[in-house]
């Protein structure tokens, strides 16, 4: 049983910053690539960042320049720090990781239970 708790969502004036982090927890051996999430209303949800164990990092066109994705492996947490916020990166924010847990060898895709943040004008 694993569980990924996230931590930071809020409510921030444009170009703001936030940073949000998400711990997993549990029988887990090790963590592959984690990476964060965002869905706004009516539409699906996208990658924003992911990074590998290794610390090789992806970001989406819309955020790269303004967003910065960071990993602790020994505290088997991810970061997301979001500055230059504005209006379009209001949406639910999704932590993801790719776990490898004691009791299998396979890897399981675990979620947050989702944070809001809201950019106003």
């Known amino acids: 049983q694993v569980q990924l708790v996230e931590f930071g969502g809020g409510l921030v004036q444009a170009g703001g910053s936030l940073r949000l982090s998400c711990a997993a927890s549990?029988?887990?051996?090790?963590?592959?690539?984690m990476g964060w999430y965002r869905q706004a209303p009516g539409k699906q949800r996208e990658l924003v960042a992911s990074?590998?164990?290794?610390?090789?990092?992806n970001y989406a066109g819309s955020v790269k320049g303004r967003f910065t994705i960071a990993r602790d492996n020994a505290k088997n947490t991810v970061y997301l720090q979001m500055n230059s916020l504005n209006p379009e990166d209001t949406a639910v924010y999704y932590c993801?990781?790719?776990?490898?847990?004691?009791?299998?060898?396979?890897?399981?895709?675990?979620w947050g239970q989702g944070t809001q943040v809201t950019v106003s004008s």
């Open positions: 549990g029988s887990i051996s090790s963590i592959n690539t």
């Open positions: 990074i590998t164990s290794g610390g090789g990092t």
């Open positions: 993801n990781a790719d776990v490898l847990v004691s009791s299998s060898p396979r890897i399981y895709d675990y």
